[in-house]
């Protein structure tokens, strides 16, 4: 996986940058806002990146800050939501402004993202407002290493679990019925999954 690049800034789209790493040009799509503030062209640059590979190939995505890849990172575990809508979303918002709106629970702010309709956008806020209660500090383990998908997995694993004990079940029988549960859902899918197992 690629973590970063660090080389010379040799061009830029409205949606891309191009970086030169020692002779080797790479694409990497990023946020207008990331964008405005590249170097001029020729200049030193640095982006943090994440790498996504798909049946259309391989794809680089750029980030200035570590808060910015670590809100693009949540924002693609949403359902619905892929890449070039997460860029549109950092593009509407700074990684504060974004947090913000989720923990209000502004659907008409969120909405306000291009490509994102009312359904979408309560999806964003559904999945996510529980994974901001530190704010952007949420978006960091305590080391200060952004938070893993699987660390996300698990915290919202044992938000359903605690849901399902306070719903009167014993510790086993949670344990048992969210066993196989898939990673890639919100709390309130886990607890669904768990109640279908269960009979309930």
């Given amino acids: 996986m690629i973590a970063f690049l660090k080389g010379v800034l040799a061009g830029k789209t409205a949606s891309c940058a191009y970086v030169d790493v020692q002779g080797v040009g790479y694409a990497v799509g990023m946020s207008q806002g990331a964008l405005a503030k ?33 809100l693009f990172e949540r924002l693609i575990g949403v359902g619905g939501v892929g890449p070039k809508v997460a860029l549109a979303a950092l593009s509407s918002f700074t990684p504060e402004g974004l947090v913000a709106a989720v ?6 702010a969120v909405q306000k993202i291009p490509g994102v309709g009312k359904k979408t956008a309560s999806r964003i806020i559904l999945e996510l407002k529980g994974s901001f209660d530190q704010g952007l500090a949420s978006l960091f383990d305590a080391s200060g290493a952004p938070a893993s998908a699987v660390a996300v997995a698990a915290e919202r694993l044992k938000g359903a679990r605690e849901a399902l004990l306070a719903l009167g079940f014993a510790s086993v029988e949670a344990d048992v019925a969210l066993k196989g549960a898939p990673e890639d859902v919100d709390e309130n899918a886990l607890i669904k999954y768990a109640l279908k197992r269960l009979g309930k």
């Fill in 38 to 70: 590249l170097p001029a062209v020729g200049q030193p640059v640095q982006v943090h990146t994440y790498m996504q590979v798909s049946d259309n190939g391989i794809a680089l995505y750029g980030f200035l800050t570590l808060e910015e890849k670590a």
């Fill in 103 to 108: 923990q209000a629970q502004d659907v008409a």
